[in-house]
């Protein structure tokens, strides 16, 4: 092989390998789904002709079969629709994401959903605040057993 010849393979080994990274990242997947002309997760789903215009293409890739099929289980597929049709398009992706956020957290807690996971949150951040309350007067103690010339615990001189 000439030279020329393996410097261009090596070219395009190295586009092959950078594409790759990217759709890993997600960062081209909208660009995917509409280069291969496949229709979009949502429409094979549904069983229709993706379109051009498919609301949905720009935001279900058919490499995420599950996302859409999780957000249509809880939401509904024309509600998706018409939420996405309500929401400025910049907006869209962000919507889609917290849809499907919400989504996969009923499908796995029926009963409390996302409101499941914020109390978990929540229980954790009063469990450690109370824990650095602890650890503060525990500090302060300490600093009171060494005597006199010692600084609180947050650094201010005492007395
Ligand atoms: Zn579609």
Redesign the pocket.
Known sequence: IPKRETKKIKRFQEDIRDRNFLVNQGIIYTYMSNYTNS??????FLR?K??SD????PY?PPEEPTKFANVHRIFGASNVSKILQEVAPHQREDAVNSLAYEAEARLKDPVYGCVGAISVLQRQVLRLQRELEETNADLMRYAGCLGGETTSAYGGRRG
């Open positions: 229709p979009c997760a949502a429409c094979k229709r993706c379109t498919c609301v949905f293409a279900f």
